[in-house]
């Protein structure tokens, strides 16, 4: 059986193509009083959860005295580990925004599956 194809249709490209109005958004409707309240839990909770461990490591800090602490603070070993500690988050940074632009889901279609052919860096197996 020959199969036949049908010939391209020919579309007058000077005429401009009618799209009607863009689509609106309806209108939103005011949010209740309750997702306002569960905001403010949600972000109290974690705001405890990070000063609470903050405050009682500061209270534990200045407890001998302001002058124990600077003495601790300013010594070299200590110097040398914080400063190590900027460098080495500052590499790792700038890594993960070379690395995360170079191979990150921006590359890859939209809907398109990860699969070896269009991961760089294929971790698991692709069977």
Excluded: C
Excluded at 29 to 53: D, E, H
Excluded at 92 to 100: K, M, R, T
Excluded at 101 to 120: L, Q, Y
């Amino acid at each position: 059986m020959v199969s036949q194809i049908a010939p391209a249709a020919t579309t007058d490209r000077s005429t401009p193509i009618d799209l009607g109005e863009a689509p609106t958004q309806p209108p939103r409707r005011p949010r209740r009083t309750g997702t306002y309240v569960l905001r403010g839990i949600a972000i109290g909770y974690v705001g405890v959860l990070v000063l609470v461990p903050l405050g009682v490591v500061l209270w534990r800090t200045i407890q001998q005295g302001l002058g124990t602490f600077w003495d601790t603070v300013s010594d070299p070993t200590v110097v040398h580990a914080i400063v190590l500690t900027g460098v080495v988050a500052g590499i790792a940074v700038l890594l993960n925004v070379v690395f995360g632009i170079e191979h990150g889901p921006a590359k890859r279609p939209s809907g398109a599956p990860t699969t070896a052919a269009n991961n760089p860096l294929p971790l698991g197996s692709t069977s």
